[in-house]
């Protein structure tokens, strides 16, 4: 059992399609992250939320779409993805700057 | 230049051995270092943290710290097949990246029976 859930576990999508990844933690953490992970990649930092703040932003297309509406939610947005999208998408959550707890992930697959 | 780095290894140790896994960063300022295990297909699984020089002990895991030369290192004592493993270093950013949680790409740990 964990304190950072994500759901749904895996999606199937098409490059046309909008779909949303959830979220949730039962810590009582104040900060939220999304991390992307590919093959043979290094686990690749999307966003981060403090205090539902939005305080980094990676680069990130803007085919994906954070949205934190409080400090136990953060969501992924996803519209128009690309079949290179296709990864693990991992969330966390910290108190503050320190440790980062993961959650599941969410299996990603752009078809 | 990569921000943290590790050798990807992989590095293949008996069981009951001592397993040396490093970790050298760029940021000089940062001050938060964590060692992560991942299992194949799943989430990372916090291990260690540590936040001054020297040794932090945890039953079988030691991870060192040494900011002086940007280096963090985690030995995992009598090693197990259990412990057969993808194993991140993670290094927090400073100043106003200090939300910034940066990893390396890992390094792929066998224990051999």
């Known amino acids: 059992e964990t304190g950072v859930t994500q759901t749904p576990r895996h999606l199937v999508m098409g490059m046309t399609n909008k779909k949303s990844l959830k979220c949730e933690q039962h810590?009582?953490?104040?900060?939220m992250y999304w991390y992307k992970q590919s093959a043979k990649k290094p686990l690749e930092l999307m966003f981060v939320?403090?205090?539902?703040?939005?305080?980094e932003n990676n680069s990130v297309p803007s085919r994906f779409s954070p949205e934190c509406p409080n400090s136990s939610h953060l969501f992924l947005h996803l519209h128009t993805l690309q079949p290179e999208d296709s990864a693990l998408y991992l969330c966390?959550?910290?108190?503050?700057?320190?440790?980062?707890?993961f959650g599941q992930g969410t299996r990603l697959t752009v078809v | 230049q990569k921000e943290v780095e590790q050798n990807s290894g992989p590095l293949s140790v008996p069981e009951g051995a001592i397993a040396s896994l490093n970790c050298t960063y760029s940021?000089?300022?940062?001050?938060?270092f964590f060692w992560y295990r991942q299992y194949s297909g799943k989430s990372p699984e916090l291990i260690m943290s540590?936040?001054?020089?020297g040794d932090k002990e945890d039953g079988r895991f030691t991870a060192q710290l040494n900011k002086a030369s940007q280096y963090v290192s985690l030995l995992i004592r009598d090693s197990q097949p259990s412990d057969s493993a993808t194993y991140l270093c993670?290094?927090?950013?400073?100043?106003?990246?200090?939300?910034?949680?940066?990893f390396g790409k890992g390094t792929l740990l066998t224990v051999n029976p």
């Open positions: 939320y403090s205090l539902e703040e939005r305080v």
């Open positions: 940021d000089r300022g940062s001050q938060s």
């Open positions: 540590i936040y001054s020089n």
């Open positions: 810590l009582g953490h104040n900060a």
């Open positions: 993670a290094v927090r950013g400073s100043g106003g990246s200090n939300y910034k949680l940066t």
């Open positions: 966390a959550s910290s108190q503050g700057q320190g440790e980062a707890f």
